[in-house]
């Protein structure tokens, strides 16, 4: 159930649901963004139906009780709603502060993040990178900027990394013709998942690469392509995408690659800050 749609699976139910059921169903369905915000109890009073109907609905949803039937109506908001219908969602919700509230999210994201990370999958993600004979990083809309503070760091740890641009879709699928297997194509993709992602690691599955995700959920389209996944939360009652967790995922990332192998690593950089230092890059003065 829970890789299905959940708007889904409401529609597809109403026939066969009790009175009070299709009542819930109805509004659900009208109401998702809404709902997906109220207790049982208040939704209880909004439908007009008595709170344990509305906890027995979400059983008989396929849902381990009302919170996890809340979670996937977040999830069906956060896919759909365009940025115009966030921000007009904010207008109904009562004056807090931006500054506590954005923190606030962000702080839980990335404890949701560090909780659920599953450490084989972690280790697997690394191992991949580290032996790939090329890395590819694949990231649209507001993901591009993760892939492109990825690539600063592995492009100094490796030599053999690419960042596929997507501006334009035909010129991601120009970048990739001569991925073969042996290549790594790390997709990053967040709701509202972009297409050409998908696509794309769809293309590199196809031709025997090895794919990895960094997303949301299971649920994501990216996960279902990919052969090892991490999952980063950044829930977000706002216009903007919040990139904290996966920003500090891929930190972690970037960290397990280099304690692996502490001296190339040091290397590496010991080179880079002669350069640096060689070409006044950094303001020593300050």
Known sequence: MQ?????????????????????????????????????????????GVSESTIVRY???LGFDGYPALQSALKYAARRKLTSVERL???????????????????????KKTLASTDRASFDAFVDSLISANRIYLVGA?????????????????????????????????DQMFRVKEGDVVLGISFPRYSKLT???????????????????SVRSPIAKTADVTLYASNESDTFVDSLTA???????LIHEIGRRDPERTAARFS????????????????
């Not at 169903?25 to 909004?46: C, D, F, H, P």
């Not at 996966?246 to 972690?252: G, K, Q």
Request: hydrophobic share 45%; charged share 25%; net charge negative.
């Open 3 to 47: 890789n299905k749609n959940v708007l889904e699976t409401i529609s597809e139910r109403m026939d066969s649901c009790s009175k009070g059921q299709r009542k819930i169903g109805t509004y659900l369905l009208a109401n998702y963004a809404k709902a997906a915000y109220m207790t049982a109890a208040r939704l209880s009073e909004t439908v």
């Open 58 to 60: 979400a059983s008989e």
């Open 88 to 110: 007009e969602r904010l207008k109904s919700r009562s004056c807090e502060d931006s500054l506590v509230a954005s923190f606030s999210s962000d702080v839980e994201s990335i």
């Open 141 to 173: 809309r507001s993901s591009a900027s993760l892939a492109i503070f990825m690539n600063f760091y592995l492009s100094i740890l490796f030599d053999n990394v690419t960042v596929v641009h997507t501006v334009i879709g035909s010129e991601a699928f």
């Open 198 to 216: 998908v696509d794309v690691l769809e293309f590199c599955k196809r031709a025997g690469a090895t794919v990895l995700g960094l997303t949301d």
């Open 246 to 252: 996966p920003l500090a995922l891929i930190n972690a």
């Open 271 to 286: 080179i880079l800050e002669r350069i640096w230092a060689e070409n006044e890059v950094y303001d020593n003065d300050v």
